[in-house]
Every structure is written in C-alpha cells, then in structure tokens.
C-alpha cells in the first residue's frame, strides 16, 4: 500500500499567533467604544452606565488624540478604526484557520513535516539554518509520525554522507532527513526549505550531493525555485517530481520532489487541487499550499 508523505511550509505557524490576532480585535474595539464614548459627550448625550476604568482611559485617550472632535474627524476616525477590526478579524480567522489545519494534518498521514514553524511551537525541531538545535533560530522544522511529534535523524550535509561541503555557497539553509521504507526498500528522505531567490542553482548543487551519496533518495520541500529553474542548471527532467498547478498564491510552483528513483512515488500534489492565488491563504493561513506526495 502506498504511503503517504505530507510536506506544508506554514509561514510562522507558532502557538501565539491566534493570541496575538484576537488581542488585537479586543483593542480596535476597545477603541471604537471610547470613540463612541467620547462623541456622546461632545454631543451632550447620556452616557452608557457604568462605565469601567478600562473605558475611560480610552475615551481619555482618545480626546487627546482628537482634542477638536467633530462629526469629519469622528467619522474618518470611525471609518479608520472600522478598517483595522475588519483586518484583524480576518488575521484571526486566517490563524484559526491555520492552526486547526495544522492539527488535522499531523494525524492525517503516517508522515508530517513542517517548515517555518515557530521556535515558541510545541513539537519545533531543528533551525533552518545548519544543525541548530530548538529555539537557536526564529524558525524551525517539525515532523511527525503516526500523529506523534518526533526528531529528525540526521543532517545529510553536517553528518558528511552527502557529497557536498558544508555549507553550500550562499546557502544557509540545510536539509533535514529521515528515512522511509515504501515496498521497494528504503529511501532517504531529506526534506528541505531551501534559501529564497536561488533560481535552481542552490537546489542543483544538493540534488548533485545527494547523487554523489549514492542511496536512493528524495528531495522534498520548499525549493524556492521553479522546476524549470531547476533543470536548466541540469537535474534531468525525470528527476523532478512535480504537480501539475500552482504551490504557491503568486501562481509558482515551488514545493515539489527532486529524487534519483522516480518509479517509486506516484503522486505529487497539492493537498486541494484547483486552489489558486489569495484562496489559498484564505484557506490555509499560508502562502505556500499543503503537499502529498505517495511513495509506492
């Protein structure tokens, strides 16, 4: 039976995001209230009962802000604060979104990984950069198994059985790897986010290394570059496992598989096809689309 490989690059995923975003509702409309408050005042109206300390400090803040309110500046002040709560509300349900995605992947599949994962999440592993341990960068990889959180075991580069120097030239971002065993044997899995603005040339070099190491093996990640980029600094074609639309809401494709055993996958795709541009960060919470791909 074909096991299922499942790869997200989550963009900052971390267990404060949400917090952050519905912090920043209760302000706006904190101050909406005390914007509220205050014109009442100035129009000579009743005030709302009992009023909290909370309220007040606003509504005090909000007369500095606005010593000479009238309905123009009120208005324009309302129509500002109206736009900033209609912003954070959609961060926040683009957090909710993100994090109850990110819950139902771990146990959807028997392999998980993440990248752009919060130092400050739970089960973050291993930095992007080099071989640095949790919380050594603001950004990390994670990775489960059968729904469990668990460690990487090893670095192909910085544990000397890829055939590369360590680090590549301007790259300081290095894959992490664990291996899977499919029906036809064992495979190296090295997942990967590789270093922004490469244009194949970085990701060439591994694919190279990684040939030079003479296991099977399969590059999976965020390669940040376009298969076409890819091949032009010469992967062959048949080495690029590759979906047929857009990864990513700038309409490229940059999260797919470079592996020396093609016969031994059979599907890479996004985890809903057809979704393109903005609707994929509306959905997810991310740029960059969740990934499957089948090692037969």
Request: proline share 6%; glycine share 8%; net charge positive.
């Given at each position: 039976?074909?096991?299922?490989?499942?790869?997200?690059?989550?963009?900052?995923?971390?267990r404060?995001?949400?917090?952050?975003?519905?912090?920043?509702?209760?302000?706006?409309?904190?101050?909406?209230?005390?914007?509220?408050?205050?014109?009442?005042?100035?129009?000579?109206?009743?005030?709302?009962?009992?009023?909290?300390r909370?309220?007040?400090?606003?509504?005090?803040?909000?007369?500095?802000?606005?010593?000479?309110?009238?309905?123009?500046?009120?208005?324009?002040?309302?129509?500002?604060?109206r736009?900033?709560?209609?912003?954070?509300?959609?961060?926040?349900?683009?957090?909710?979104?993100?994090?109850?995605?990110?819950?139902?992947?771990?146990?959807?599949?028997?392999?998980?990984f993440f990248?752009?994962?919060?130092?400050?999440?739970?089960?973050?592993?291993?930095?992007?950069?080099?071989?640095?341990?949790?919380?050594?960068?603001?950004?990390c990889?994670?990775?489960?198994?059968?729904?469990?959180?668990?460690?990487?075991?090893?670095?192909?580069?910085?544990?000397?059985?890829?055939?590369?120097?360590?680090?590549?030239?301007?790259?300081?971002?290095?894959?992490?790897?664990?291996?899977?065993?499919?029906?036809?044997?064992?495979?190296?899995?090295?997942?990967?986010?590789?270093?922004?603005?490469?244009?194949?040339?970085?990701?060439?070099?591994?694919?190279?290394?990684?040939?030079?190491?003479?296991?099977?093996?399969?590059?999976?990640?965020?390669?940040?570059?376009?298969?076409?980029?890819?091949?032009?600094?010469?992967?062959?074609?048949?080495?690029?496992?590759?979906?047929?639309c857009?990864?990513?809401?700038?309409?490229?494709?940059?999260?797919?598989?470079?592996?020396?055993?093609?016969?031994?996958?059979?599907?890479?795709?996004p985890?809903?096809n057809?979704?393109?541009?903005?609707?994929?960060?509306?959905?997810?919470?991310?740029?960059?689309?969740?990934?499957?791909?089948?090692?037969?």
């Amino acid at each position: 039976m074909p096991t299922k490989i499942m790869f997200w690059n989550a963009e900052h995923i971390g267990r404060n995001a949400q917090e952050m975003a519905d912090r920043a509702i209760r302000r706006v409309e904190r101050e909406l209230r005390a914007l509220t408050i205050l014109a009442q005042f100035y129009a000579g109206q009743a005030l709302p009962k009992p009023l909290t300390r909370e309220a007040l400090r606003q509504a005090e803040y909000q007369e500095r802000r606005y010593p000479n309110l009238n309905f123009n500046r009120e208005a324009r002040a309302e129509a500002r604060l109206r736009r900033e709560l209609a912003d954070a509300e959609r961060d926040a349900e683009k957090y909710r979104n993100k994090a109850s995605l990110a819950e139902d992947l771990t146990v959807s599949a028997p392999y998980v990984f993440f990248c752009e994962v919060e130092a400050t999440h739970p089960d973050s592993q291993y930095s992007l950069l080099g071989r640095g341990e949790p919380g050594g960068g603001t950004l990390c990889y994670a990775h489960y198994q059968n729904g469990a959180s668990r460690l990487f075991t090893n670095c192909p580069i910085d544990d000397g059985w890829c055939g590369l120097v360590n680090p590549i030239p301007n790259a300081d971002r290095v894959p992490k790897s664990v291996p899977i065993r499919g029906s036809n044997g064992l495979m190296q899995f090295c997942f990967w986010h590789a270093p922004s603005g490469n244009n194949g040339r970085v990701v060439a070099a591994m694919y190279d290394g990684l040939i030079a190491s003479g296991r099977d093996f399969v590059l999976f990640g965020d390669l940040n570059a376009e298969p076409n980029d890819v091949m032009a600094h010469g992967v062959p074609e048949d080495s690029v496992i590759k979906p047929i639309c857009p990864t990513r809401i700038s309409g490229r494709c940059l999260d797919y598989a470079l592996t020396n055993r093609h016969d031994w996958f059979s599907v890479c795709r996004p985890l809903y096809n057809g979704m393109q541009g903005r609707n994929i960060k509306i959905r997810t919470g991310s740029d960059h689309m969740v990934m499957i791909l089948m090692l037969k």
